[in-house]
């Protein structure tokens, strides 16, 4: 069974660009959850997907969207882009009663 | 909000030797996941051990384990026989069951490092 797959691995972006991030989760998980990672922060929710439809939100500017397609893959997207955004973007997909699985991450850097 | 901590930042063992990493939590919820996730210098993050609230028997899988204390709102891992494939950053994770959400709350880790 593959596994949750993020492209693209790694990603350098100027300031005030947009990006998007896809993340294709394990087959039969219909939930995709997105998180960022940085040094400072630590791991921060960012949404989740489910069924196409966004569950849950967590503490971050309006920049930052997502959307989920009827297969399950899951885009985000960061416009406008700012230095602070540099960071691991991690997805997970998830079935209820079992953990979340993560996929290898995104690297952006904002310079 | 529910809050983990992980009050050691850095730890260190004998390659062979046991280690236990501590986790605390905040909640006022009675049904929840606990997680422990590893990840290693590749950065992705790998479910090590998960643990049901409403479950009294500590979960194991082959050389880790967990002390889960309900009432003292804690959840640490034992890593048993550690090898050097162990060394990582360890992340201590809440999950909600009365949301229905997925969505996981991380402490901030602690560096493991596994002495040869």
């Known amino acids: 069974k593959a596994g949750v797959t993020q492209t693209p691995r790694y990603l350098i972006k100027t300031r005030g660009q947009q990006v998007t991030l896809s993340c294709s989760p394990i087959?039969?998980?219909?939930?995709v959850s997105w998180y960022q990672q940085t040094p400072g922060q630590g791991l921060q929710f960012l949404f989740e997907?489910?069924?196409?439809?966004?569950?849950n939100k967590g503490n971050f500017p309006g920049r930052f969207s997502g959307r989920q397609f009827s297969n399950s893959r899951s885009e985000m997207n960061v416009s406008t882009l700012e230095l602070g955004d540099s960071a691991l973007y991690l997805c997970?997909?998830?079935?209820?009663?079992?953990?979340?699985?993560f996929g290898q991450g995104t690297r952006l850097t904002v310079v | 909000a529910q809050t983990v901590t992980q009050s050691q930042p850095e730890m260190s063992v004998q390659e062979a030797e046991t280690v236990t990493l501590s986790c605390t939590y905040d909640?006022?919820?009675?049904?929840?996941?606990l997680f422990w996730y590893k990840q290693p210098p590749s950065r992705q993050m790998i479910l090590v051990i998960r643990?049901?609230?409403?479950?009294?028997q500590n979960a194991t899988e082959n050389r880790f384990s967990v002390n889960f204390q309900k009432a003292a709102k804690s959840f640490s891992l034992k890593i048993s026989d550690s090898q050097l494939g162990d060394a990582a950053m360890y992340f201590c994770?809440?999950?909600?069951?009365?949301?229905?959400?997925?969505?996981?709350?991380f402490g901030t880790g602690t560096r493991l490092t596994v002495i040869p």
């Open positions: 997970a997909s998830s079935l209820r009663g079992e953990g979340a699985f």
């Open positions: 087959s039969g998980h219909r939930s």
């Open positions: 997907y489910f069924s196409e439809t966004q569950r």
């Open positions: 909640t006022s919820e009675s049904d929840y996941y």
């Open positions: 643990q049901e609230a409403y479950k009294q």
């Open positions: 994770a809440y999950r909600s069951e009365w949301t229905g959400a997925n969505n996981l709350f």
